[in-house]
Nanobody
Framework: VQLQASGGGLVQAGASLRLSCAAS????????MGWFRQAPGKEREFVAA????????YYSNSVKGRFTISRDNAQNTVYLQMNRLKPEDTAVYYC???????????????????WGRGTLVTVSS
């Protein structure tokens, strides 16, 4: 499956952004989808994930209550609505896909074989 993330940009703290990830190549609805991010000088970290059916969502503690992941299987797209952005949210954001798998591993980047190229989000203070 091919993934293309978009929607990043430069915003001030407290602002909102919505990231999109368009998928093509395989049956999108069979795939769990995740968002990960990597800040400069830091390791990649899990942000959010949504199950293939869209009925389960998962978030890291650092974004819970501020970010919302959703998917539109008809449009083969997954979204990440980011509200109340903070400077520490600055990172390259990547979307990732995997065939539906164990719910215990949603936050494990190594279980996602398909990755998009990333979109940069910069939050100024």
């Amino acid at each position: 499956v091919q993934l293309q993330a978009s929607g990043g940009g430069l915003v001030q703290a407290g602002a909102s952004l919505r990231l999109s990830c368009a998928a093509s190549g395989r049956t999108f609805s069979y795939y769990d989808m995740g968002w990960f991010r990597q800040a400069p000088g830091k390791e990649r970290e899990f942000v959010a994930a949504v199950s293939w059916r869209g009925d389960s969502t998962y978030y890291s503690n650092s974004v819970k209550g501020r970010f919302t992941i959703s998917r539109d299987n008809a449009q083969n797209t997954v979204y990440l609505q980011m509200n109340r952005l903070k400077p520490e949210d600055t990172a390259v954001y990547y979307c990732a896909a995997r065939r539906a798998a164990s719910t215990s591993t949603y936050n494990a980047g190594g279980t996602y074989p398909y990755w998009g190229r990333g979109t940069l989000v910069t939050v100024s203070s």
